[in-house]
């Protein structure tokens, strides 16, 4: 139980990927008072987390109400994965993982950047909502339940307290060091990626 439950923390660390975040945080709130990076910080971060508990409840009833199967969530899910993780290794950016050009424009113009772009798509973005229902499909009792959701919260903890700690992090690591740990998860995600649609096409076959 506890490998599964470690193994499910690292999924989601790695599909939403803090250490990224803590550069494009940096530039959304620079010139800003502390007290104001730190307000938008918790916020950003309390409404993913309402976020993935929406999600995680209403997952399994919207797969159900759409007529799609599990096997067929996998397959779908793996796809979008491994095109995010490409980005990540190519360290390319695109809707899935990051803001558009036209997004940015919009965001710099704005005083509150909790809601957008941060808590969506930054850090609730399409790939760690498919990951979310991934994982919860398969649960087999409220329990297991829980403890998904409950890892889930806590990556999301973890990156609250990267966001916080922006500015100490970034005069470690830098821009470079932190497309290097981007580029390396991203590897880690593409092969899961392919293991969820080899999955879902196994279960589909058999």
């Given amino acids: 139980m506890t490998e599964q439950l470690i193994k499910t923390f690292i999924i989601f660390f790695v599909v939403i990927e803090p250490v990224s975040l803590v550069p494009m945080f940096g530039a959304l709130t620079r010139g800003g008072e502390p007290g104001y990076r730190r307000r938008m910080a918790l916020k950003s971060v309390a409404i993913s987390a309402g976020i993935f508990i929406v ?6 009833w919207l797969l159900r109400l759409l007529g799609i199967s599990v096997s067929a969530f996998k397959i779908a899910g793996g796809m979008l994965l491994f095109l995010l993780s490409v980005d990540m290794v190519l360290a390319r950016e695109s809707g899935l993982r990051s803001t558009t050009v036209r997004e940015q424009e919009e965001a710099r113009y704005r005083d509150d950047i909790s809601v957008f772009p941060m808590a969506f798509p930054l850090i609730t973005g399409p790939g760690a909502l498919a990951t979310l229902l991934l994982l919860t499909a398969e649960t087999t009792g409220y329990l297991e339940f829980g403890l998904v959701l409950a890892m889930g919260l806590l990556a999301l903890l973890v990156t609250l307290v990267f966001l916080l700690l922006t500015q100490p992090l970034m005069r470690v690591m830098g821009v470079t060091g932190g497309t290097v740990i981007s580029r390396l998860l991203g590897v880690v995600l593409s092969a ?13 076959l058999v």
């Fill in 55 to 60: 999600f995680a409840v209403a997952g399994d």
């Fill in 192 to 204: 899961l990626a392919v293991q969820y649609v080899v999955d879902g096409f196994t279960e589909v």
